[in-house]
């Protein structure tokens, strides 16, 4: 059974740890990331990004995987369905297709508009008991071609948003998507204590959670931080990990590739970032 991303986030906000969001974007990623959630006993969110929720044939197919594997593998920790960096219409239909969770990224609108929009999303999600992120200020880099170059949100209107009530928010502090420049200055952490001191006991998102030192994930999560998203680093590892099993041929035998045992070593190899991202961010033991 999935769940809303609420109780879990407030009991990461007030025990100063931080749930870990896992980007999906295939059957193997997703058995990998609920075995590893359930071994350690950690609360999970499955993020699926627009692109991804394509390329797995929508997102109702999406929904129907999840839930099914969750049954069949007796997952008993929490588990949220999520929609990462949604467009306004996106998110409906993650509504419509029975994701827990919802993002609305309305970053890139009018501080207006995306009020107005935002609004809408939070009577639905309230009547249908799904949990809701809305963002203020792009996250930096690329994801499913949009382009953001890191802007600091405004704690003012960081406030604005929570206001509206959503379950979190997502601020940019400097954070970007993909792989961190050498020249990255690193984050914000003087705008994220204003968003903090505006926005009280609301849970903080972390986005491009992907290269950024350990000593600044536990920093960002002592100012409010409850959900922090990895994506990037599990396609690295799951890349190098069947790069290397394609160049030893160990799967050849004159009949070609298995792709199951062609993508095992992938998965094994998102499992072990997985559990690293669990242990850091303090979530293991808090199912």
């Not at 999840?66 to 219409?89: C, F, Q, R």
């Not at 996106?90 to 501080?111: L, N, Q, R, T, V």
Request: glycine share 12%; proline share 3%.
């Amino acid at each position: 059974m999935l769940v809303s991303a609420k109780e879990m986030l407030t009991k990461a906000k007030a025990g100063k740890y931080a749930v870990g969001q896992f980007n999906i974007n295939n059957l193997e990623w997703t058995k990998a990331i609920l075995q590893t959630a359930q071994e350690l006993n950690s609360p999970v969110i499955l993020g699926v990004s627009e692109g991804a929720g394509k390329y797995m044939c929508g997102y109702k197919t999406v929904a129907q995987m999840v839930k099914a594997m969750v049954e069949e593998l007796n997952i008993t920790v929490p588990v949220a369905l999520h929609l990462d960096h949604g467009s306004y219409e996106g998110a409906k239909k993650c509504i419509e297709a029975g994701f827990s969770s919802i993002m609305f990224d309305g970053s890139h609108y009018p501080i207006e508009e995306n009020i107005e929009k935002t609004k809408e999303l939070v009577a639905t999600c309230n009547e249908l008991g799904l949990s809701l992120e809305a963002e203020v200020g792009s996250i930096g880099g690329e994801e499913d071609g949009v382009v953001g170059m890191g802007e600091c949100a405004d704690p003012n209107e960081c406030k604005m948003i929570a206001d509206l009530g959503v379950t979190m928010l997502a601020a940019g502090i400097g954070n970007i998507h993909g792989v961190y420049p050498a020249n990255w200055p690193g984050l914000r952490f003087d705008v994220l204590a204003a968003i903090e001191e505006k926005v009280g006991d609301m849970p903080l998102v972390l986005h491009g959670g992907t290269g950024i030192p350990d000593d600044m994930i536990q920093k960002a999560i002592s100012l409010g931080v409850a959900k922090i998203n990895v994506n990037t680093e599990c396609q690295l590892v799951f890349a190098e990990a069947t790069r290397k099993y394609i160049e030893a041929g160990k799967d050849q035998q004159g009949k070609g590739f298995d792709p199951r045992k062609l993508l095992a070593p992938g998965a094994e190899a998102i499992k072990a970032k997985v559990k690293e991202k669990m242990e850091l961010f303090g979530s293991v033991n808090k199912a």
